[in-house]
T-cell receptor, first 110, second 114 residues
Framework: GIQVEQSPPDLILQEGANSTLRCNFS?????LQWFHQNPWGQLINLFY???GTKQNGRLSATTVATERYSLLYISSSQTTDSGVYFC????????????FGQGTELSVKP | GAVVSQHPSRVICKSGTSVKIECRSL??????MFWYRQFPKQSLMLMAT?????????EQGVEKDKFLINHASLTLSTLTVTSAHPEDSSFYIC??????????FGPGTRLTVT
């Protein structure tokens, strides 16, 4: 099956710092999503980005499908950005099944 | 954005009893719903896929007789954990997808079996 690898596994930042999270995947995909799981367990949709670049406030994401990776940028981090960030991909003709990476646990210190 | 709800958010039950978890898409029709399981400090693992009006498709290693899934309408799917045991304790999360590929997730249900 497809492999999804996220790096780094853990990240500690001072408030105000910038960061880049990476997601590598081993096969072609027709769906890639980034999520933030908050301390209560809720998965919040950040980006639906099978290819290209998107921005939403302090967050932006880029997926280079031909090279099988995606990047999530967080600028001017805030303590509320803390939590686990997941990348998930869907292969073609898999009925919508999302395969999740192991996540990046981000801790933003005041 | 699309909203998916789950009920209950937290449940404690005795070993041997059954527990039903509901997943609803509140503002869109979900042609497909998915059930995931998450253990502490781990990623999400897909348990099964359900399409409205048809039988669920279970992932390898998931006992279909223990985890009963019913997708009765375009806005409701249920997961019933039958004869629950302590090892079934986990965080169960549903997701839903309509006409577009993007999936939306419910807030999760924390099940504790004593």
């Amino acid at each position: 099956g497809i492999q999804v690898e996220q790096s780094p596994p853990d990240l500690i930042l001072q408030e105000g710092a910038n960061s880049t999270l990476r997601c590598n995947f081993s096969d072609s995909v027709n769906n890639l999503q980034w999520f933030h799981q908050n301390p209560w367990g809720q998965l919040i949709n950040l980006f639906y980005i099978p290819s290209g670049t998107k921005q939403n406030g302090r967050l932006s994401a880029t997926t280079v499908a031909t090279e099988r990776y995606s990047l999530l940028y967080i600028s001017s981090s805030q303590t509320t950005d803390s939590g686990v960030y997941f990348c998930a991909v869907e292969r073609y003709n898999q009925g919508g099944k999302l395969i999740f990476g192991q996540g990046t646990e981000l801790s933003v210190k005041p | 954005g699309a909203v998916v709800s789950q009920h209950p958010s937290r449940v404690i039950c005795k070993s041997g009893t059954s527990v039903k978890i509901e997943c609803r898409s509140l503002d869109f029709q979900a042609t497909t719903m998915f059930w995931y399981r998450q253990f502490p400090k781990q990623s999400l693992m897909l348990m099964a896929t359900s399409n409205e009006g048809s039988k669920a498709t279970y992932e390898q290693g998931v006992e279909k007789d223990k985890f009963l899934i019913n997708h009765a309408s375009l806005t409701l799917s249920t997961l019933t954990v039958t004869s629950a045991h302590p090892e079934d304790s986990s965080f169960y999360i549903c997701s839903a997808r309509g006409q577009v590929l993007e999936q939306y997730f419910g807030p999760g249900t924390r099940l504790t079996v004593t």
